[in-house]
């Protein structure tokens, strides 16, 4: 069993800034990429931004130069500053990990974001 444990979402008004944070527990021995989807109202769900075990970075052309993803390693959590903050990034904000060598995907909860003045 794998658990994804997010915090962060909340209610921001437009330009302002929010911090996601998610923590990975139990069967995790070979986790090699942790980050974060989203899907707003009507919509399908998308990749905001991921990082590899290896340090590398991806990030959605919607969100480069706003959001930044970081991780900790020692404490299994991935963490995702969003900047800028506009209605356009209202959504639920699903954290991701991989893991093993067949890139085994699990999904935490989500956490509701809402820009919104």
């Known amino acids: 069993q794998v658990q994804l444990v997010e915090s962060g979402g909340g209610l921001v008004q437009p330009g302002g800034s929010l911090r996601l944070s998610c923590t990975a527990s139990?069967?995790?021995?070979?986790?090699?990429?942790m980050g974060w989807y989203r899907q707003a109202p009507g919509k399908e769900r998308e990749l905001v931004a991921f990082?590899?075990?290896?340090?590398?970075?991806n990030y959605a052309d919607s969100v480069k130069g706003r959001f930044t993803i970081s991780r900790d390693v020692a404490k299994n959590t991935v963490y995702l500053q969003m900047n800028s903050l506009s209605s356009e990034d209202t959504a639920v904000y699903y954290c991701?990990?991989?893991?093993?060598?067949?890139?085994?995907?699990?999904w935490g909860k989500g956490t509701l974001v809402t820009v919104s003045s």
């Open positions: 139990g069967s995790i021995f070979g986790l090699n990429a």
């Open positions: 991701w990990v991989r893991i093993g060598l067949a890139g085994m995907s699990y």
């Open positions: 990082i590899t075990s290896s340090g590398s970075t």
